[in-house]
């Protein structure tokens, strides 16, 4: 009974100190902005890396607030997932001026609200934070390297976001070759110390820091491009002198393609606020998954493989779409994205544009630099619109709604079912898409003289060369109503219909009307080879097809398969050993086949009808005969381009 007593007067003082901790928080964030910035200093340590742990250590002087917090994000601008990078701080503490240890607590689990009251104008706090992905969004410090995105490893100062900081490279592993800094930031590959204008530019700025990776410039528009190679079969591990020469022509011809998609992009859009910009690269074979994250002067993409032939490829095309985010999203960018919100999801309608409108000038800037002829720019397109054609989700949900949502699936992680195959669509798919028809239709509508090329331009002027709305950068975001406004204006002509069908609803887009005013028509056949189709995704097993998804009104939806059914035997013949689409080559279309199928381990027959072969070819071509306005329209939409 005492002991109860006396554990519940414990509890009771622990409860004190958090309540008072949590009362002068409030002080705090109710003064924020009038307070005086603090005077900031990060320090990073990378001593250990075969423990993945990276040590940060932040001084903080000039407290004058009873409490401070610090916070770590809870998401990183350009992938809109709540990931929660405090699951892996580790070893918190915190001191003040002399050392002397201060209390801390935590209110929720991105913050730690440290007492400020006795730290003698300083606060220094030390955590670890625990980085094994390479991904744009993530962190990884391994004996290869450190690839360190910010928001996932740097805690943030409430109210001091703004604040400018230093932050310094104290400790690097002692490995050969030695490991070179590469960023946004460094003017030298030697150079630890970086001062830096404020806390979102520190985790808009990734790092990269290793000893294998290549590192080479070339100069367009009086502005420098640093290319950052990071390819993981080494040269010396290859152990041929062929190979290595072989993989520097590569480069070379990687880094020729880049500056044509750079001198492209900076050829239509007004130049940028930078001096340098820094492309970093990684070829990794042993990942899932790659991946692109664009920053204000900087980019990082990721491939799945060596550096090869395709993967260079791909590398240039992803750089393409990156390299635009220069302008649309990093500086244009929507009202909800910049300033950021770190601790919460940061809604916004307009990522078909920022995303998706990227991508279609991706597309035509690798067209235009000569990168990709008329052919291969066509099939993209087709492939976009067959993207969207087979998803059953574009009846149900908006470019608009697409973005607002983008929290539930950009990469995020799914803890519950959903039925995301049938009723969602992509805004990097549907906004490719409208930035073609947008483009294509004021093209029509001002007989050639006017495009999407100028609207981008427009808003640009508008919105980023505007005042600056606050402290976070230059210009002001804009507000979905804004682009509608921007196309009405290049156009001379209202697209409030456009929008209302096409962005905000879910009206099919117009193919056939849109395309013919440039001579060109989409063609959608089944592949030749093609078999009747039952309308599923599926997975094989060990004893047949795992149903992913059933496709809505199909034959298998119509005969009640269900998703996780296991489709066992189609009329007794195994679909373990052979294709499904193998086994229903001897079908004609409307056959009744039986499926033995078993759901929660009970086996039974089901009768499906066959549907026709899926109709998945899907071709842009042009028509015999255009008229002269077609192949003016054409021209100036394509170029000379063959
Ligand atoms: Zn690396
Ligand atoms: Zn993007």
Redesign the pocket.
Known sequence: MHQAIALRRAITRFWVLSFALASLAVATSSSATAQTPLELNYHLRLSRPATHLVEIEIHAAHVASPAIDFVLPAWSPGRYAIYDFAKNVQEFQAQGASGQPVEWAQPDKQTWRVDARNCGGTVQVHYRVFAND?NGSFS?FDT????LNGASIYMYIDGHKQDPLALSVDDLPDLKPAWKIISGFSTATDQKSFSIPSYDRLIDTPL???G??SLNEFRERDKTFRV?I?NYTSEASEGSAGRASANAALVSRFTNELKKVVQSEMAMMPLPDFDTYTF?F?F?PDISAGDGMEHLNSTQVIMVGSLSENTVRDAVETAAHEFFHVWNVKRLRPAALGPFDYTRENYTPSLWFAEGVTSYYAYLNLLRSGIWNLREFLRHMADEVRNLEIEPGRALMSAESSSFHAWFYDRAPQMQETNFANATISYYNKGALLGMFLDLEIRSRTGGEKSLDDVLQSLYHKFYEAPAAGTYGPGRGYEEKDLLDAVNAVAGSDFTSFFERYVRGTEPLPYAQTLALLGLELKVRAAPDATPSIGVSAQLEDRGLRILSVLPGGAAERAGLSRDDLLINVDELSLATEPLSDRLKMYPPGAEVPFTVERHLKQERINVTLDPPFKDQYSIEEIAGATADQKNLRNGWLGSAK
Do not use: F, G, P, R
Not at 144 to 147: E, L, M, Q, V
């Open positions: 390479l990884q290869t390297h450190a690839n990269e820091i290793c294998e990776c950052a990071h970093i990684h990794a």
